[in-house]
T-cell receptor, first 110, second 114 residues
Framework: RKEVEQDPGPFNVPEGATVAFNCTYS??????FFWYRQDCRKEPKLLMS???SGNEDGRFTAQLNRASQYISLLIRDSKLSDSATYLC???????????FGRGTSLIVHP | DGGITQSPKYLFRKEGQNVTLSCEQN?????MYWYRQDPGQGLRLIYY???????QKGDIAEGYSVSREKKESFPLTVTSAQKNPTAFYLC?????????????FGNGTRLTVT
């Protein structure tokens, strides 16, 4: 079983739609969680950290479910510019080694 | 202007040659990481360093080597022993902080070996 798993998609949605991605992790000792956005042929960029109580940044909402060992990202009112690959990252162990999921591709169309 | 600089952006080499990818940072971060990304794949950890003069193997260290002689620099050498070196290489840093801080990435080096 992979340590961090994501549905690769692609998720193909119209502008204005709400879309949600999940990411499951296998190590119950994982301590910190993040969502990154990666555009084609570019480096990943931090989208948001994920906090236990859930957190929101504009149209983006991240949640953590420790009991079921998954994190989620909700995007409301999708824009064309949201088209990208979304990577989840889980930090585990005393050294907080970051482990990446393979990413979920989102395509927002007019 | 703070950040992480990877150079060169594109690198072409012949099979059998060693090549060194540069990663320099002025964020004063202790931890530095090298990841490899293949098309349609996630990032896989090659090596990481938590402190100067110390580094650890990641999941796919075979055929690679690193050094960490200065806090600012963490060069990666792709040796001829790496069977399939063509990939997108990403250097990242991380500052301290309880629970683990997020990674910050350089722009990457795209290596093509023929």
């Amino acid at each position: 079983r992979k340590e961090v798993e994501q549905d690769p998609g692609p998720f193909n949605v119209p502008e204005g739609a709400t879309v949600a991605f999940n990411c499951t992790y296998s190590n119950s000792a994982s301590q910190s969680f993040f969502w990154y956005r990666q555009d084609c042929r570019k480096e990943p960029k931090l989208l948001m950290s994920v906090y236990s109580s859930g957190n929101e940044d504009g149209r983006f909402t991240a949640q953590l479910n420790r009991a079921s060992q998954y994190i989620s990202l909700l995007i409301r009112d999708s824009k064309l510019s949201d088209s990208a690959t979304y990577l989840c990252v889980v930090n585990t162990g005393g050294s907080y080694i970051p482990t990446f999921g393979r990413g979920t591709s989102l395509i927002v169309h007019p | 202007d703070g950040g992480i600089t990877q150079s060169p952006k594109y690198l072409f080499r012949k099979e059998g040659q060693n090549v060194t990818l540069s990663c320099e940072q002025n964020l004063n971060h202790d931890a530095m990481y090298w990841y490899r990304q293949d098309p349609g794949q996630g990032l896989r950890l090659i090596y990481y360093s938590q402190i100067v003069n110390d580094f650890q193997k990641g999941d796919i260290a075979e055929g690679y080597s690193v050094s960490r002689e200065k806090k600012e620099s963490f060069p990666l050498t792709v040796t001829s022993a790496q069977k399939n070196p063509t990939a997108f290489y990403l250097c990242a840093t991380r500052g301290g902080g309880r629970g683990g801080s997020p990674l910050h990435f350089g722009n990457g080096t795209r290596l093509t070996v023929t």
